[in-house]
């Protein structure tokens, strides 16, 4: 059986540069031998980093109770009571599916039965994983994509915790001296893969003044991908919120001459990894999303933003209403889970909010 390696260099080999999105879509997401397919532990003290699911239940609590005030406040606003959805896109192995369920099972039983919660999985591998740990809740339904015509047109949320971010880009770099942009791309050197250009590219950041102060190879990513994901998810949303939560920047932030080498980074056992191109397939690869970019996808298709936050302030606004209610019981435990997920040394630097809503 080839390995993601060969079948990597076989690309190359007939392309002669194979673009960084291809290799990292190959990387992550190859059916047989990608990251995400192939490494079910990759989260918490086992795998290669961790996400504010691995920090304990907390989070999807305060999710849970969030999307409770949402959906409550949708019945109020509607003379009929509607079908309303939870969409859940990238949920891994289904923990924080589980964490929200059981929370407003508890909690708000009379919403938790009117509640479909869907969870959009396109690969069979990973529903298997998240059937697994779902499978005392009879609300579950999966979907492998964003247009299947049962899921169009819903009232609800969907929402993404740390997906946009691991959606493949393109990098493209400046070339000082020609004053124009070029596509990085990825070629094969003997065993080892390397950078080479892809010349011809057509991308600008439509800044004449900052490109004129860049360096020579600055280097930025786009993903194309993250915003056709964004546009499809508007367009599925009849009534309700859309809400992402992931690494990101504004476009200001990520287009910064202080920033050279873009936000790309690889992951292997909580340490960045030396190189991206080794090991496709061993390590999570990531970029920072560029929220101004997502912002103005879900705007030009009729959403309104409501919310554009770091995680720290989001949850924070969150937990001073949770923490209201007679079931709340603030304990050692959850004081040192909302730490994580908020202090600026752990989880609450990098992690930015978008909620748009229609």
């Not at 309700?240 to 990520?254: F, H, P, R, S, V």
């Not at 879900?298 to 309104?304: H, Q, T």
């Not at 770091?310 to 949850?315: A, C, H, M, S, W």
């Amino acid at each position: 059986m080839k390995m993601l390696s060969d079948i990597v260099r076989a690309e190359v080999v007939a392309r002669g540069v194979l673009p960084f999105a291809r290799f990292m879509e190959l990387a992550l997401y190859c059916p047989v031998h990608g990251y995400y397919e192939t490494q079910k532990d990759t989260v918490g003290r086992r795998g290669d980093f961790y996400t504010s699911v691995s920090v304990g239940e907390l989070f999807g609590q305060l999710l849970a109770f969030q999307f409770s005030e949402w959906l409550e406040a949708e019945f109020k606003a509607q003379d009929s009571t509607p079908k309303v959805s939870i969409v859940e896109a990238g949920a891994h192995d289904g923990k924080l599916a589980c964490d929200i369920l059981n929370w407003l099972q508890m909690n708000r039983p009379e919403l938790f039965a009117k509640i479909e919660y869907c969870i959009l999985e396109p690969s069979p591998r990973r529903c298997k994983w998240q059937n697994e740990t779902l499978k005392h809740f009879q609300n579950v339904r999966w979907f492998s994509r964003l247009n299947d015509p049962t899921i169009q047109r819903l009232n609800g949320i969907i929402f993404s915790n740390e997906l946009l971010d691991a959606f493949p880009v393109h990098r493209f770099g400046w070339d000082a001296k020609a004053k124009k942009w070029f596509e990085w791309g990825v070629a094969a050197d003997g065993e080892k893969f390397v950078w080479a250009k892809i010349q011809n590219s057509e991308f600008s950041i439509g800044n004449p003044e900052l490109e004129a102060v860049l360096p020579d190879n600055y280097t930025v990513e786009t993903s194309p991908t993250a915003q056709n994901w964004w546009r499809e998810a508007a367009a599925s949303l009849q009534h309700g919120k859309l809400l992402a939560i992931d690494y990101g920047l504004t476009a200001d932030e990520l287009f910064s001459p202080q920033r050279t080498n873009g936000t790309l980074r690889a992951y292997f056992r909580h340490h960045f990894a030396d190189d991206v191109l080794a090991n496709p397939g061993e390590q999570d690869l990531t970029a920072h999303v560029n929220f101004t970019e997502i912002q103005k996808v879900g705007e030009v298709v009729g959403l309104k933003t409501e919310i554009f936050s770091t995680q720290t302030k989001f949850l924070t606004q969150i937990l001073e209403k949770f923490s209201k209610q007679k079931t709340f019981e603030w304990n050692p435990a959850r004081a040192r889970q909302f730490q994580t997920l908020t202090h600026p040394e752990h989880l609450g630097r990098a992690f930015r909010v978008l909620v748009q809503s229609r």
